[in-house]
């Protein structure tokens, strides 16, 4: 009879997602799962085979909640600006509130793993373009009522906005400004114009 999982697989994966947060891959060991989830080396095997397959999973499970929560924040009743300001308002506030200035999960893999792992780098690329799109959308939106130029175009202005994300959430590593990221969405908001 095979035997029965002793944990919470959606707990482990938040737990995993945590440490490899503050320790990065390849600052966490084996070790160090085993201890902070709390589950012997046997049962991690088991239920995930290795370390890589646990990361991925976990980073799966990291963005998937945290591209959930964006989307959350676009108010078809609001002007494009509008949504992009708090789209960007969030992503800062968000990062702004942990006072032990991680980032973004997502991105600190990007530039730990992408260059060197083909499977995790395809799990970025994938993850950077839906939230690319949803910029897109939005920008198409406010270019079709007018509100935002449309040359350059949706796609390239999508980018750019997605671009300034990527370096707050970089940013936020070293500094925890507010002054900052204020100036950044507010520089970003009049590239619309």
């Known amino acids: 009879m095979p035997r029965m999982k002793d944990f919470d697989e959606n707990e482990v994966l938040a737990k995993a997602v945590r440490l490899f947060w503050h320790k990065g891959y390849n600052g966490t060991s084996m070790e160090d799962l085993v201890d902070f989830l709390g589950i012997s080396r046997s049962s991690l095997y088991r239920a995930f085979t290795d370390k890589h397959t646990l990361f991925k999973k976990a980073l799966y499970s990291y963005q998937q909640f945290s591209f959930a929560q964006v989307r959350e924040v676009i108010d078809d009743t609001v002007?494009?600006?509008k949504n992009i300001r708090n789209l960007m308002e969030f992503i800062a506030g968000q990062m702004l509130r942990d006072k032990q200035q991680k980032g973004c999960f997502s991105v600190n893999t990007e530039v730990?793993?992408?260059?060197?792992d083909r499977e995790i780098k395809q799990m970025v690329i994938l993850n950077d373009r839906q939230?690319?799109?949803?910029?897109?959308?939005?920008?198409?939106?406010?270019?079709?009522?007018g509100e935002i130029k449309k040359d350059p175009d949706a796609r390239m202005r999508a980018r750019f906005i997605f671009n300034a994300v990527?370096?707050?959430r970089v940013t936020v590593?070293?500094?925890?400004?507010?002054?900052?990221?204020?100036?950044?969405?507010?520089?970003t908001l009049s590239s619309l114009d």
């Open 131 to 145: 939230t690319e799109d949803l910029f897109y959308k939005v920008v198409k939106k406010g270019q079709e009522t």
């Open 173 to 187: 590593k070293s500094t925890s400004d507010k002054a900052i990221f204020d100036g950044i969405i507010k520089l």
């Open 79 to 81: 002007t494009a600006k």
């Open 112 to 116: 730990e793993l992408a260059p060197h």
């Open 166 to 168: 990527q370096g707050m």
